[in-house]
């Protein structure tokens, strides 16, 4: 199987029924980048994630999964990252203190897709009589309580950052070529595909260090190099999920998204050559 085919079968998936805001007649996500990285990258030998959760090597969860063990050098990880439209970003740039509807739909709806996108390609891998698993559709996948509040024992953000997609963001995510408004997922498969080239060596490199999401966020949690991950959490927690269900009328968003849209990072990766940092809005850089 090609890196091809696969791009192919996951663009394909965009156009699933399931792909909606539900409660808006539009789409969650437009159409993802993906990324690759070898089972043997030495990045995968992280011990600590989030809020210093332990990590699982790739090899782990297909063992977990298929009960037998598989050597890193015939596994390889897929990173996607979906772009969130540019209708729900325009419509946040206007808020200052609670998430509009659209961007909670996505938070809520577009998560349940990814699910689904990351089942329907362990299908499509497991019929090709390929091993795979996709951690974001699987049960070892959990939130977890920890000392800074909810992590995850597999960071696709970290995933995106190994497979080329982009470098980590300092308040949370990754900012990519289309920007920092995207949600991300990944699978893991036992056969060899071509790695990504990482454009960069750092982990926070395509940051511009502009301090405009710190600017947004409502509760001052974005401090410099420095981000209140309890303070930020709370917010979400007692704040932006009690406007959510009383306003929309649905529970579940824990993403309030100030802090990524109307900064220059927001779709693209901001020109880090430019004194003000700044990128066109929707224009993602191409040199």
Known sequence: MTSKEIENFIASLIDLPENTLKLKDEVAFDLPIVGYASGEDLMFGVKEYENHIPGLHPAEWLDA???????????????????????VREKMRAEQYYPCMEWSLNANYGQAFIRQMATRLEDFFEEHGIDAISPIADDRVRRMRAEHGLSTNWSESMAAYICGLGTIRKPYGVITEIGSCVQLGSIIVVTKLPPSVRKYTRLNEYCANCGACAKRCPVGAVKGDDVDRRLCRMYQ??????????????????????????????SCRPILAMPEHTCKTDVTETG
């Open 237 to 266: 927690t007692l704040i932006v999920l009690p406007h959510v269900k009383d306003k929309f009328g649905f529970d579940g968003v824990y993403d309030c998204g100030l802090c990524k849209t109307d900064v220059p990072c927001e």
């Open 65 to 87: 999964k298929y009960g037998h063990s598989y050597k890193p050098s015939r596994i390889s990880v897929i990173s996607w990252a979906l772009p969130i439209p540019q209708s």
